[in-house]
């Protein structure tokens, strides 16, 4: 059986019954052909011409091997490129990485250009470079308000502003906000909202949300 490559040069999603007969042919492949497929697979995908791509990938499928292929392929494309790769699975970072590192084909030149981080790796360094923001200014070397540290901080802000009903202004209220950049209008939330940031300040610290 031809198992073809894993995408669709139109953008179409694949259908339940032809996922179904492609997954039939993997099963029946030997565990030496389904690398063969997988690094295979992953290389055409990488050199597709698309501006943008979704992949749908469970654990252990070759999602770092297929980043790896697309990073060469703009490499190869692009040679004076610099490459950022971030993702939120700290795992998924440190394998690229360590690819990108070990790959002997790859001159000490070109491994510079690509930087491979977490989210919140990159997030702390463009805050750390911009020093924060005008409105929520940060000194170098500011700190990240811990998971621990959350309800502490919340409610030295309700304290700060005289709001003291921690059961109606509730820190996964304000984290939502956040999170979705979309502030409540209410005069208690905008107060909430500058008290937080006046601490931040302050204290030079962030949290995850913030960044």
Not at 82 to 95: E, G, N, P, T
Not at 96 to 111: F, M, N, P, S, V
Not at 133 to 150: D, E
């Amino acid at each position: 059986m031809v198992i073809r490559y894993l995408v669709n040069a139109d953008g179409a999603a694949f259908d339940s019954a032809e996922l179904s007969t492609i997954r039939a042919g993997l099963d029946a492949l030997k565990d030496s052909e389904r690398r063969h497929f997988r690094n295979a697979n992953a290389k055409h995908i990488a050199q597709h011409e698309a501006p943008k791509m979704l992949v749908v990938s469970g654990p252990g499928t070759g999602k770092s091997t297929l980043f790896k292929q697309r990073i060469l392929h703009w490499l190869n494309q692009y040679p004076e490129a610099r490459i950022l790769a971030v993702s939120f699975v700290r795992k998924l970072v440190a394998d690229l990485a360590a690819d990108i590192a070990g790959d002997r084909h790859l001159t000490d030149e070109q491994k510079a250009q690509v930087e491979v981080l977490t989210l919140h790796g990159y997030a702390r360094s463009l805050v750390e470079t911009n020093h924060g923001t005008k409105r929520v200014p940060f000194r170098p070397h500011f700190k990240i308000i811990a998971q621990s540290w959350k309800e502490v901080v919340w409610n030295d802000v309700l304290n700060l502003v005289g709001q003291g009903n921690i059961e109606e202004f509730t820190w996964r209220m304000f984290e939502n906000q956040l999170h979705n950049n979309h502030f409540a209008s209410s005069t208690e939330w905008k107060a909430i909202h500058e008290g937080y940031s006046q601490l931040c300040s302050f204290y030079n610290a962030a949290g995850f949300a913030d960044l």
